[in-house]
């Protein structure tokens, strides 16, 4: 009997488990609505500045007098990486704390001492597992996912260009998950700063600049660098709440099946404890007969 007892607090402990990860579920899919219409909402813009910048770019045929532009031999690097506060949400995190480490290594190959990179990160859980490494943290953001807008993004990244322009960074980098649907978030590293200059190609349409190509690339750059920060933290925020909605039904699925096998194990043990029950009536009975 305690064997049974045993069974039925287990699946009672699962089926609270399977309660929690339900609600949990749905919980994530109502913010990843909201979520996904920003991110969607925000891409043909950014799609456009790029394609703006690009334009330009191509037509001045390299030359650009530009701080951003500047190609600096590297030796400090601003690694900008985008996690969650919060965890549940499958291999979303690890996935950047792994990109990041390979990130490392690989200028490491290049004579680059990890001394020498510096992490900028946005959500706790970045945040946690480079200092559990002993990365240099120059900078965390826990809030930002509170204060999801434009302005925000540009004194953020303000901040960056100012020290880009300073020369304290050679190199910046942002290493975060774009989101592709609820189900798919794509690992993504992009350089931020110098802007990298597009490949040849052909200007897709006649451009007249007011007041003057410099002045109009002076205005462009810093707005095309803060929407593709902010575009990253719109991705990261839509792929975690899809990687948490996708985390939450698997576990709620699992959780279910581990009631049916529980069940299935209490009916059989509760069968044979029967069984075993009515044998020992029985011998019992024919013991008295004899």
Request: with cysteine; charged share 25%; net charge positive.
């Amino acid at each position: 009997m305690a064997n049974l007892k045993e069974l039925r607090t287990r699946i009672a402990s699962v089926k609270n488990t399977k309660q929690m990860t339900s609600a949990m579920k749905m919980v994530a899919a109502a913010k990843l609505r909201k979520a996904q219409q920003a991110i969607v909402q925000l891409r043909p813009y950014a799609d456009k500045i790029h394609h703006m910048l690009s334009d330009l770019l191509i037509a001045a045929r390299g030359d650009v007098d530009n701080p951003f532009f500047v190609q600096r031999d590297v030796k400090n690097v601003l690694l900008i990486i985008v996690t969650s506060n919060r965890g549940l949400c499958g291999g979303f995190n690890t996935n950047v704390e792994k990109m990041a480490v390979a990130t490392i290594e690989e200028y490491a190959k290049k004579g680059i001492n990890a001394n020498n990179i510096n992490f900028y990160s946005f959500g706790k859980k970045g945040f946690d597992s480079i200092k559990r490494r002993k990365f240099n943290i120059v900078k965390s953001d826990f809030e930002v996912f509170d204060n999801l807008n434009f302005d925000y993004a540009l004194e953020i990244t303000k901040s960056i260009m100012k020290d880009f322009i300073s020369g304290k960074y050679d190199k910046v980098e942002v290493i975060y998950n774009s989101f592709k649907n609820a189900g798919t978030q794509i690992l993504t590293r992009e350089q931020v700063m110098p802007v990298v200059m597009p490949e040849e190609g052909t200007v897709s349409g006649g451009y007249v600049y007011e007041p003057s190509f410099s002045g109009v690339l002076d205005k462009l750059v810093p707005r095309a660098l803060t929407m593709q920060i902010y575009k990253a933290i719109l991705d990261s925020y839509a792929s975690e709440h899809g990687a948490r909605m996708t985390a939450m039904h698997k576990a709620t699925d699992n959780a279910a099946e581990l009631i049916r096998q529980l069940t299935l194990s209490y009916n059989k043990a509760r069968q044979s404890a029967i069984t075993n029950e009515i044998l020992e009536i029985v011998g019992g009975a024919e013991a008295l007969k004899g």
